[in-house]
Nanobody, 115 residues
Framework: QLVVSGGGFVQPGGSLSLSCTAS????????MSWHRHAPGKERELVAY???????YYDSCVKSRFTIYRDDAESTMYLQMNSVKREDTAVYYC???????????WGQGIKDTVAS
């Protein structure tokens, strides 16, 4: 089970952060990712981080968002800076346990960027 927190309402140019906590048994062996579903659009991958700390960012968020993890806390984070209206979406975290490819999704959390 993944527990997501953070998000909310922010003005353009502001910052938001999200966290996703997983089971300690599997977290350190997992690739963790953030996805978002904006109104009228398909769900898209925002960023991911592997157990070896390799990261990927969608071009729309690169240089503005930072994904990182704390294996001791079994938690992944997404720091969102310089947010834009188009970042408004429901954000989801996803866990893929490396090796078994077992997949878990966290509950969606809504981020709204507006004046």
């Amino acid at each position: 089970q993944l527990v997501v927190s953070g998000g909310g309402f922010v003005q353009p140019g502001g910052s938001l952060s999200l966290s996703c906590t997983a089971s300690a048994d599997t977290f350190k062996f997992s690739t963790m990712s953030w996805h978002r579903h904006a109104p009228g659009k398909e769900r898209e991958l925002v960023a991911y981080i592997t157990s070896g700390l390799s990261t990927y960012y969608d071009s729309c968020v690169k240089s503005r968002f930072t994904i990182y993890r704390d294996d001791a806390e079994s938690t992944m984070y997404l720091q969102m800076n310089s947010v834009k209206r188009e970042d408004t979406a429901v954000y989801y975290c996803k866990q893929i346990t490396e090796g078994s490819f077992s997949t878990n999704w966290g509950q969606g959390i809504k981020d709204t960027v507006a004046s």
